[in-house]
Nanobody, 125 residues
Framework: QVQLVESGGGLVQPGGSLRLSCVAS????????MGWFRQAPGKEREFVGC????????YYADSVKGRFTISRDKAKITVSLEMNSLKPEDTANYYC??????????????????WGQGTQVTVSS
């Protein structure tokens, strides 16, 4: 059974930083693309960025480019989302996701087969 488990969410002040982690298990992710999405109340789920599990290439939404960084640790089978210079508009529930096969860049949410349960990030003073 594939599982993606996010952690690291919380409350942070504007301009602050937060690091989210996603631990993956249950299958071989060598050919997968790992993505991060977010969804704010009353809004559609939004692509944040993704990383190729094998090569480590990354791709980001314009709204987070230069502020967010995605990385992966093959040994720990973990994908991380480092978020800096956070803004109130970054407030959302953040989800980790994985594709079943390689596709690049994997932007649409329909590209992803597996999803985590989400972790809440709130940016507020």
């Amino acid at each position: 059974q594939v599982q993606l488990v996010e952690s690291g969410g919380g409350l942070v002040q504007p301009g602050g930083s937060l690091r989210l982690s996603c631990v993956a298990s249950g299958r071989d992710f060598s050919d997968s693309v790992m993505g991060w999405f977010r969804q704010a109340p009353g809004k559609e789920r939004e692509f944040v960025g993704c990383i190729s599990w094998s090569g480590g290439s990354t791709y980001y939404a314009d709204s987070v480019k230069g502020r967010f960084t995605i990385s992966r640790d093959k040994a720990k089978i973990t994908v991380s989302l480092e978020m800096n210079s956070l803004k109130p508009e970054d407030t959302a529930n953040y989800y980790c996701a994985a594709t079943a096969y390689y596709q690049w860049p994997a932007v649409p949410s329909r590209s992803y087969e597996y999803w985590g349960q989400g972790t809440q990030v709130t940016v507020s003073s």
